[in-house]
């Protein structure tokens, strides 16, 4: 599974992004799609992920601001971030767990001003 990501910048706080992750395969045969990030110095985490029936699941961080969604016409998995601040800084990474094995994506960097 080959994943592209894309929608990445600078932003200022308060503003909003939307991060989108294309797949190679059909998103429908994908067990579980998500995002995670790393801050600079920092483990990577956790944002949110998606099922295959649409099932969500948020960090704490991100609740009520970040929606993750699933396109699978277009086989792609969206995350809209909203409310930003300058602490979700950090390089955005796309993942996918199907039959077994982790794919991720190459990343895209996403900066909050203060």
């Known amino acids: 599974v080959q994943l592209q990501a894309s929608g990445g910048g600078l932003v200022q706080a308060g503003g909003s992004l939307r991060l989108s992750c294309a797949t190679s395969r059909s998103i429908s045969l994908i067990n579980v799609m998500g995002w995670y990030r790393q801050a600079a110095g920092k483990q990577r985490e956790l944002v949110a992920t998606i099922n295959s029936v649409g099932s969500t699941n948020y960090a704490e961080s991100v609740k009520g601001r970040f929606t993750i969604s699933r396109d699978n016409a277009k086989n792609t998995v969206n995350l809209q971030m909203n409310s930003l601040k300058p602490e979700d800084t950090a390089v955005y990474y796309c993942?996918?767990?199907?039959?077994?094995?982790?794919?991720w994506g190459q990343g895209t960097l996403v900066t909050v001003s203060a």
């Open positions: 993942h996918a767990f199907y039959r077994g094995l982790e794919y």
